[in-house]
């Protein structure tokens, strides 16, 4: 099959491939993909075959939900190579699947509904810098009992994380088992179930709504959303939500995103990234060191927050502070 791929976008296919998860001549490698991301799929190929492996590609029906699971046959061949690239409609970061292929100590990057343009401008950040920005936040975030949050649109939220690991989305998954999305560039965890309460209000994009025309106001209970209001926005987050019970309403994550060259477009894949924003997912937290299982995981964008880590404040309406910048 041919692919009117661009220069730029083989460029950037092969900064993922060879830079952020270093892969090397001889590996194996498996890219995951279905019909609307096929291009950026072939890209990553091609960079993998000149990169002298052993490549594969299998496409599937696309998923339903960020969350839900590939086929067995495909969750089995992701266990059995050594380097796995999934730009897919929906997110696979959220899997039985993934988990179990991290497990045996394959590398996996997952790329969510990443277009070109996202691809080109967020391929080109300094992810050595990225690594460094996100080590330290993640270093923090470690060593902190309970997360505050609040910004200009009425975000006003703690989030208690004592004993929860950090993570560091880096954007370099080179080492066995390591993996995250790509782009990438952001430090989270998993907010200790059944503690976090106050009101998250979502003002820059959410997960399978995009941007927010009308803010998402979400009044968190026990560790649960348990009223969402606003408009349009609110109703369809409402509706994806629904199939999934209780569960999917569980406050899954606290990000920070890392990565100074992403932008605010609609796309969770990139916005979560933003340097100066911070996201709050609902729903699947397995992946994160929780213990909900649900095919479902949507993140929130806040903008210009201030956010505290116990009593030092790390963020001043969207500005890093300088040590961690």
Not at 111 to 134: K, Q, S
Not at 158 to 163: A, F, I, K, Q, T
């Amino acid at each position: 099959m041919t692919m009117n791929i661009s220069p730029e976008l083989q460029s950037a296919a092969m900064i993922a491939v060879r830079d952020c998860m270093g892969v090397k001549s001889g590996e194996q490698v498996l890219v995951v993909t279905d019909e609307p991301m096929r291009t950026l799929a072939y890209a990553l190929r091609q960079a993998a075959r000149d990169l002298g492996t052993e490549v594969f590609i299998v496409e599937m029906l696309p998923r339903k939900t960020n969350g839900e699971e590939p086929p067995e046959p495909i969750a089995q061949f992701m266990r059995e190579v050594d380097v796995v690239l999934c730009p897919t409609s929906k997110s696979l970061t959220h899997t039985d699947a993934r988990r179990a292929a991290s497990a045996q100590g394959v590398r996996v990057a997952t790329l969510p509904g990443v277009t070109e343009e996202i691809m080109v401008r967020c391929m080109n950040a300094d992810y050595h810098r990225i690594a460094a920005r996100t080590a330290a936040l993640c270093d923090r975030l470690g060593r902190t009992s309970v997360v505050r949050v609040k910004a200009p649109a009425g975000t006003d939220i703690v989030l208690p994380v004592s004993g929860r690991k950090a993570h560091a989305s880096s954007g370099l998954f080179r080492e066995e088992g390591q993996w995250g999305n790509l782009p990438t560039g952001e430090a989270y965890l998993a907010p200790l179930e059944g503690q976090s309460h106050g009101v998250v209000v979502v003002d820059g994009s959410m997960a399978g709504v995009g941007m927010m025309r009308e803010p998402i106001r979400i009044v968190v209970e026990g560790g649960y959303a348990t009223d969402i209001s606003g408009g349009e926005e609110a109703r369809r987050l409402i509706e994806l939500l629904q199939p999934h019970g209780r569960d999917a309403r569980n406050v899954a994550e606290f990000g920070i995103g890392t990565n100074d060259k992403a932008i605010l477009t609609g796309a969770i894949i990139e916005d979560e990234k933003v340097m100066g924003t911070i996201h709050i997912a609902f729903g699947d937290n397995k992946s994160m060191g929780g213990s909900v299982r649900v095919a479902s995981h949507l993140d929130g964008l806040v903008t210009k927050p201030s956010v505290w880590l116990d009593d030092e404040k790390i963020m001043e309406e969207g500005k890093l502070l300088a040590q961690y910048q």
